[in-house]
């Protein structure tokens, strides 16, 4: 995949995603919450990692989240008879999450610059901490109640106190402002503070909502914390609906490109869809802590690259007609989702049956030369059979 769809600016998106189960044998299956049915079900949780560039899009990782019940001796015969590891040790979402993106860095295969999630993860701060310690960026969808400062308020350090034992940790200052939530904060912006933005090309044309951008100081144990970007995106649609996104991006990158992320979660949706619904990523009756992994390492191999229509990287550019001129601002650090010249034919994943696919050698030619291939084998089979 990084030979395929390697790019410096690619993104990797996590998501969890959830594999219904009758039984209670299966590994680390228990009573959750799963995404595929809406609701708390008995079933089994993976954490996934898919890279998108401008190239297109595939499974890269997974970590199959093993419930904290499994970890006490009512289920060590479930944990022998499924082949757990013994040396596991329990891991909260965000924490697999974060082991999957250490790995990528670590083994420096696959280029990417930003990670990407939802508000499930957005909402550990040690998980966007990590990513930054990491030399990435992160672009995290986070709960509307999160907190921060507007300007970063004094502490003050540890020492001799006014009155009893001398303090050894560091405090706010008195009369330090509160953290106000984010929910507030976008509440009390003026109305020439929120521009529209094309953040993502949908299947049935441009979707089109209102973003504004605040520089904030976040919250870590009652502490300021790192400066960072708050975006605010409202739809268009009443009632709107307001979603919050917090981002270690630098101080110069451009609004619209912050825009563009907000809006790259239909390649993580779309991957898990289609795997589910052509490669059979749910479609197996295996119990053990191998299997499973075995499966889904099957899973992830199945998908080809091809030409594809689908992988529309169109614009985010400003709705009031004021386009995003190639060559000017931040064009070098682009995601490369501008529009492209009409000759320009995008590729992405096809996630299909391994039955009828083009050898690798041959993922990216050219859709004419498939076509013409296509012919060919039919011109021999109807000589084959004027012969017979």
């Not at 044998?25 to 595929?36: F, T």
């Not at 191999?301 to 995003?324: E, W």
Request: with cysteine.
């Amino acid at each position: 995949m990084a030979e395929w769809l390697g790019d410096p600016q690619g993104v990797v998106i996590l998501d969890g995603s959830g594999f219904p189960k009758q039984g209670h044998d299966s590994a680390g299956v228990a009573r959750q919450y799963c995404g595929a049915l809406g609701k708390l079900a008995n079933c089994q949780e993976g954490m996934f990692a898919v890279y998108v560039s401008p190239k297109g899009y595939a499974f890269l990782d997974t970590r199959l989240y093993v419930h904290e019940d499994w970890f006490d001796e009512a289920h060590r015969e479930r944990w022998r008879k499924c082949g757990i590891p013994a040396e596991l040790c329990f891991r909260t979402e965000p924490e697999l999450a974060l082991d999957m993106v250490r790995e990528l860095v670590t083994r420096g295969k696959v280029l990417f610059q930003w990670v990407t999630f939802d508000e499930h993860l957005g909402e550990s701060p040690s998980l966007l901490d990590e990513i930054e310690v990491l030399g990435k960026w992160y672009l995290a969808e986070v709960p509307c109640n999160t907190r921060a400062w507007l300007r970063t308020p004094h502490i003050e350090p540890p020492g001799p106190g006014l009155l009893g034992r001398p303090r050894i940790r560091p405090r706010l200052a008195k009369r330090s402002p509160r953290a106000c939530e984010l929910r507030d904060m976008a509440g009390n912006l003026p109305k020439s503070a929120w521009t529209r933005y094309t953040f993502k090309e949908g299947s049935q044309g441009p979707l089109v909502a209102e973003f504004a951008f605040l520089r904030v100081t976040t919250v870590r144990d009652k502490l300021p914390g790192p400066r960072v970007w708050a975006i605010f995106r409202r739809s268009l649609e009443p009632p709107p609906e307001l979603k919050f996104y917090l981002s270690n991006a630098p101080l110069s990158w451009a609004h619209y490109e912050l825009a563009q992320l907000t809006g790259l979660r239909w390649p993580v949706e779309t991957t898990l869809e289609e795997g589910k619904g052509q490669v059979g990523m749910d479609h197996y009756e295996t119990r053990s802590w191998r299997g499973w992994h075995h499966h889904m390492a099957q899973t992830f191999l199945a998908p080809r690259v091809q030409k594809n229509a689908r992988a529309d990287y169109g614009p985010s550019t400003r709705v009031s007609g004021v386009c995003y001129q190639a060559g000017t601002g931040s064009s070098s650090r682009c995601l490369g989702y501008h529009r492209l010249p009409p000759a320009t034919k995008l590729c992405s994943l096809s996630l299909s049956s391994e039955t009828n696919t083009v050898p690798p050698q041959t993922a990216f030619s050219d859709s004419e030369t498939l076509k013409s291939r296509s012919n060919a084998k039919s011109r021999s089979n109807i000589r084959k059979v004027a012969l017979s």
